[in-house]
């Protein structure tokens, strides 16, 4: 068992190196996310792997691994999915037609798990947007994570959180030793691009602004100086007329730079 001297040493710890901050109550979650990496490499003691991670760089990257939590789902938020369908991709596409924005988008999820949330994107781009130019990055601090959104396999039974237009479309269902689960057609896994970015760093390995940016059920884990920070990189990342998508618990109303477009979706303000 961790003791308290121990635990403030992982909590200073994993709220530097990810900015998720730990509460007091999370001495069990604590203990039962890296008690396995305290077996697998035969330590005794929290304080020697503490001292581990300290000097490893790669089993620091493990630690954040079995810290995060790596729930979600196909067309989670379905309210804003919604609004896209409805709302913002027409105008866009209608902008597009008239020659008033070229047709392309640039879309970041920059908390995608193991890859339902920039699939259920791109499946509603692809079919709402066909000939369009579409450049999608999904990222995550979680090496595990990622390694599972890049394979692109789920059970079968989560085929119900797919709409049904877009499961014949998109989803091919495993055969032989496949059986019971499910994948992404190829032609949408090669729209998705993964890659490992810390939201808690300072800049962003990557270039560009995003018209669509979600980073939904993720803020909930940092503390406010934290959260505002990577707000502002958020909306930083965003072009004029571009989305910021966060979820339905993780409200910035107020701050000075965004405005509310939607449940829980944010634009920039017009600058006065």
């Not at 970041?108 to 791109?122: D, K, L, R």
């Amino acid at each position: 068992m961790v003791n308290v001297r121990e635990f403030r040493l992982f909590q200073t710890l994993v709220h530097r190196e990810a900015g998720i901050a730990l509460s007091d109550h999370k001495h069990a979650l604590l203990v039962g996310r890296l008690a396995p990496r305290l077996r697998a490499l035969g330590m005794e003691s929290f304080q020697a792997y503490y001292d581990r991670v300290c000097r490893d760089e790669a089993e620091r990257v493990r630690m954040i691994d079995a810290i995060c939590t790596n729930e979600t789902h196909f067309f989670r938020e379905p309210k804003q999915f919604e609004m896209l369908e409805r709302e913002v991709i027409p105008a866009w596409r209608a902008e597009g037609e008239r020659g008033l924005r070229p047709k392309q988008l640039r879309v970041w999820s920059a908390a995608c798990s193991t890859g339902e949330e920039p699939y259920s994107i791109a499946m509603t781009l692809v079919a709402a947007l066909p000939g369009w130019n579409l450049d999608i990055t999904a990222s995550d601090i979680s090496t595990k994570a990622l390694d599972r959104a890049r394979l692109g396999i789920w059970p079968i039974a989560r085929a119900t959180e797919i709409p049904r237009r877009y499961r014949s479309l998109f989803m091919l269902q495993g055969r032989g030793p496949q059986e019971g689960m499910m994948t992404v057609r190829s032609e949408l896994a090669s729209l998705v691009r993964f890659m490992r970015i810390n939201l808690q760093d300072e800049r962003y390995p990557i270039a560009g602004r995003f018209d669509l940016i979600f980073c939904r059920n993720v803020l909930i884990y940092f503390d406010a100086d934290s959260k505002k920070r990577i707000v502002d990189r958020l909306l930083d990342r965003l072009t004029p007329h571009g989305l910021l998508f966060l979820g339905h618990a993780e409200s910035i109303h107020g701050h000075e730079r965004a405005r509310s477009a939607g449940p829980t979706v944010y634009a920039l303000k017009e600058p006065k």
